[in-house]
């Protein structure tokens, strides 16, 4: 939905929203981008985290699920920042700290700003590390007294962006006799291919017995808002109801959001934010007795049973499937659920008081809840005469977490001849709990009732546990301008957290910056007529990150151990983990150099950047570095450093001709991501490499692929011969396998054998290194159209296990994998498919990780494409009307990757994973 408050929207672009206040845009020197509440509420999206991709540089948002309130984008902000300690953003709404970024109704949003450099987050210190993400909600903003009505709702369907094509259940039986020879008969092969006995020879298709063709998502939002010279209010209520593509998933979203402001004396006033959500997840759950529990597992199960099990027999029986325990239909097919429910809560006020003319101090309050409960019932199942599923089984949780802050500033800004000066000034105090409590018990034999007290006593389980937290900190911040042309701006923040011991509970991070506006010298100002404005900037350092468990530095003991006291177990507990008592805080310095521009009186903008972020002391567990003998596990250290380099580039042009009006915005990004220490971590691997063995190395990206170099296929036994001996890591070599590189060996140079010490490297990582977006749009008289594209390169994708293999644990093959396979008839030693074997789940010598699997993850996406016609305004006043929009979207409608066919190149996936969806939707905006 969209309410569309066109004065803030203007407002909004003369300033930026920064740390505890505004900038304005022309003097701003930090690294800060901004969307409007146009660029997000023109995007009908589920998860706000989706209406920010692919329109600001440096920020990567990769979306790798389209489950149904799970559907966000992870967010990097100029690489990903730790290897340690979580590197998420860190997000306010308002001020305050949200329980859910996803979960924010997008038609709320007056504005997205995304501070990437120190000088802008230094104000959030502690946990500025990875970027800071500020979300301004709208208010009412003309003070004509007179209520406004708001409506944006929108319907439609949605599908998945790519399905696996699988093959037929008598291609599968031949192709299975390449694998296992001898497996079917001709004659068995002819009944799958005739269909005439369906019950023992059948040809399902589980992705069309268990996905849905396509599945409804609308979304309402209806806002209510006056201004008067002492009150203004908005009051917004909004729905979302997002039906998933498998039964018995959906996703419903209650929201409720009160922004009042009361100007009781010219000189105070109360800004009152309060919001309210309620979230309903409901997904299926599979029958009870089953290796698993969860929808995502089941969901791996319809692209791993081949086609050769019947889905219901004759009889009305289910079929057995794989495991003589049903089949993809019957897992969904049940009386097995998966409930969640929360309840989100939010509290803010804000009373300022000008004290004197140009001094402003502030009393800042919030105060957040998250409560939530969920059930999961795996129910008894009966399959056939001889076989039931049971019993059921109930596991029932609970979750209270809250948080509380009191924050205080005084802020002072003064204009005096060409001089410009402001400073601000605070202290903040905020307070973290979390509390969890579950209970389990078996034993139900009857489907009908679901609680708790109906099954059996005597297997009951339960376990509770709560934290807290506290983080105590004071800040300030200097600008200064003279004339609008020199620029600078210091940053000062001085945290303390619980997390970290008394000798280094309190650490300092310090920012400056400093600009010069150019285009105002006299040498330029009026020279150039092309020449709008032209601004240099500059930058510089360190930030926070604390993102670790809340105990890390003490020693915690661990309940569930027994022990044998007076002849009879006795519960007790264990301490496992050796921990470090001087841990400190994980820091990160960084540098931005940047130039921005506008020429033509504004109608074309431009901006580089270049940013150079250093993060040491990086809090890490280096327990895959060390020893099992030492019988511990080992706790959070100081340990390592990572470099994140880059460049950033936005481009912007807007013109009108006559009734015609277009623009188009593009934005690009350079991201190097590159361990440079690992502290204990530091292991000189055989082959000259430096890390831990498996996911990091000094001097290559985090979240890399690490293994071995491979040249095509074996094509014939003579190949095999006269090639590097693969015995040590694929004892039965054969033709058509994999031919691994031997690229060292235990001088150095290849040594005429492969194996895992000398002959793996890094492969690739998952961190794109260039992320791109084009925004294009155009209006005609009452028509409007916008296309938005996104994408990334230089990345690499995996699909392994059911996704990427063949006959992996008595699973299907896929259409591709059918198509180009090596076999004895077509020996192509460049074949995209090794030959066809049975893979069981330990793997074979062709399922090593390798660059024969690794995939290209770059892609090009069609995120958003809309088109809307404003009716004009002349027509609509004679019924009530102010403004009346409706407009068509296509969400994620296209895509161009060099993915495998079947598979969204945002998807990396053993399997276990929940298409991602494109929708189609049909929606209407009218204000009264």
Not at 89 to 94: P, S, T, Y
Not at 158 to 186: C, H, I, K, M
Not at 893 to 909: H, I, M, Q, R, V
Request: aromatic share 12%.
């Amino acid at each position: 939905m969209l309410i569309r408050l066109s004065p803030v929207v203007s407002v909004l672009g003369d300033v930026v929203i920064v740390g505890y206040g505004t900038q304005k845009k022309a003097n701003l020197i930090g690294s800060v981008s901004q969307l409007s509440a146009k660029d997000i509420n023109d995007r009908p999206v589920t998860s706000l985290s989706n209406a920010l991709t692919g329109q600001m540089p440096g920020i990567s948002l990769i979306q790798r699920s389209g489950q149904p309130g799970q559907s966000g984008a992870a967010i990097q902000i100029r690489g990903v920042g730790s290897f340690g300690a979580k590197s998420s953003a860190f997000i306010l709404v308002d001020g305050i700290p949200v329980n859910s970024f996803d979960d924010i109704d997008p038609n709320d949003v007056a504005s997205i700003s995304v501070l990437k450099d120190a000088s802008t987050a230094a104000i959030y210190g502690s946990r500025a590390a990875n970027g800071v993400i500020l979300v301004t909600t709208k208010t009412e903003a003309v003070a004509d007294g007179k209520l406004k009505i708001n409506y944006n709702g929108y319907a439609g369907s949605q599908r998945a962006t790519a399905y696996p094509d699988f093959v037929d259940s008598w291609e599968y039986a031949s192709l299975l006799n390449e694998a296992l020879p001898g497996t079917y008969t001709q004659a068995q092969i002819q009944k799958f291919r005739d269909g005439s006995d369906p019950d023992n020879y059948p040809n399902e298709n589980y992705v069309k017995d268990v996905f849905k063709k396509s599945t409804l998502q609308t979304a309402h939002n209806l806002g209510i808002s006056n201004n008067t010279e002492s009150t203004s209010y908005l009051l917004s209520a909004g729905y979302l109801y997002q039906n998933g593509i498998v039964e018995k998933n959906d996703y419903t979203r209650y929201n409720l959001r009160l922004n009042m402001t009361n100007q009781f004396s010219r000189k105070l006033k109360l800004t009152t934010r309060l919001f309210g959500a309620k979230y309903v997840d409901n997904q299926p759950a599979p029958p009870a007795t089953l290796d698993w529990t969860d929808m995502l597992t089941s969901i791996s199960q319809v692209i791993r049973v081949p086609a050769i099990y019947p889905n219901r027999l004759s009889n009305g029986d289910y079929g057995l499937g794989v495991v003589a325990k049903g089949t993809p239909v019957s897992y969904f097919d049940n009386d097995s659920f998966y409930k969640n429910r929360q309840t989100d809560l939010l509290a803010n006020l804000k009373l300022d008081w000008e004290v004197i003319k140009n001094l402003k101090l502030s009393l800042i309050g919030g105060y957040t809840q998250l409560t939530g409960e969920a059930q999961r019932f795996l129910a008894n199942q009966r399959l056939n005469s001889t076989v039931t599923l049971g019993p059921g089984s109930l596991n029932q949780s609970t979750l209270n977490n809250s948080y509380k802050t009191f924050q205080q500033t005084a802020e002072y800004k003064k204009e005096f001849g060409k001089n410009e000066l402001g400073i601000l000034a605070g202290h903040s105090y905020e307070y973290n709990s979390s509390g969890s409590f579950s209970a389990n018990r078996t034993g139900y034999n009857s489907n009908i009732l679901t609680q708790l007290n109906a099954g059996d006593a005597s297997t009951q389980k339960n376990s509770g546990t709560a934290a807290e937290y506290t983080l105590d900190s004071y800040f300030g911040r200097l600008n200064y301008n003279y004339a609008n042309r020199y620029l600078a701006e210091f940053t000062l923040r001085y945290d303390g957290s619980s997390r970290f011991p008394t000798n280094s509970k309190y650490a300092t991070f310090p920012a400056g910056a400093i600009g010069w506006r150019i285009s105002d010298e006299p040498f330029l100002k009026d020279k150039i007529s092309w020449l709008t404005d032209l601004k240099i900037k500059a930058s510089y350092g360190t930030l926070g990150n604390q993102n670790i468990g809340n105990y890390a530095y003490q020693d915690v003991f661990t309940s569930g151990y027994n022990y044998p006291i007076g002849g009879s177990l006795s519960t007790g507990v264990a301490n496992t983990t050796l921990v470090d008592p001087t841990i400190k805080w994980e820091s990160t310095r960084t540098k931005d150099l940047g130039i921005d521009g506008s020429l033509f009186k504004g109608k074309l903008n431009f901006s580089a950047s270049y940013f150079d972020r250093y993060t040491y002391d990086i809090l890490v567990s280096p327990a895959a570095s060390v020893s099992s003998v030492l019988g511990f596990g080992v706790g959070v250290q100081n340990s390592g450093k990572l470099s994140n380099k880059g460049w950033e580039f936005t481009l912007d042009y807007k013109n009108t001709i006559g009734a015609f009006s277009y623009g188009i915005n593009g934005n690009f990004s350079i991201i190097n991501n590159k361990v440079l220490d690992l502290g204990v971590g530091n292991i000189n691997q055989p082959n000259g490499m430096v890390g831990n063995g498996s996911s990091l190395f000094i001097n290559y990206p985090m979240n890399v692929y690490y293994g071995y170099q491979t040249d095509g296929l074996f094509a014939d036994q003579n190949s095999i011969a006269n090639y590097a001996n693969q015995k040590a890591i694929n004892p039965n070599v054969q033709p058509g396998d994999i031919r691994y590189k031997d690229i060292s060996g235990p001088n150095g140079v290849p040594d005429g054998k492969v194996d895992a010490v000398y002959d793996r490297t890094v492969l690739g990582s998952q961190i794109p290194k260039y992320t791109y977006g084009f925004n294009l749009s155009a209006s005609y008289k009452n028509f409007d159209l916008s296309v938005l594209l996104q994408g990334i390169s230089h990345v690499n994708g995996y699909l392994d296990n059911f996704a990427g293999w063949a006959f992996y644990s008595n699973g299907n093959i896929q259409r591709y994998q059918a198509d180009n396979h090596w076999s004895v008839a077509h020996p192509d030693p460049n074949a995209k498919y090794p030959r066809l074997e049975s893979i069981s789940n330990t793997g074979t010598g062709n399922t090593l990780t390798s660059s024969f699997w690794m995939l290209d993850g770059s892609y090009l996406k069609v995120r958003n494409v809309q088109l809307g016609y404003k009716f004009p305004a002349p027509q609509l006043k004679k019924y009530g009307l102010e403004g009346l929009r409706v407009y068509v979207t296509a969400q994620n409608p296209l895509a161009f990757s060099k993915y495998p066919k079947g598979w969204d190149p945002e998807t990396n996936t053993s399997g276990s994973y929940y298409p991602i969806l494109a929708a189609y939707t049909l929606g209407l905006n009218v204000n009264f």
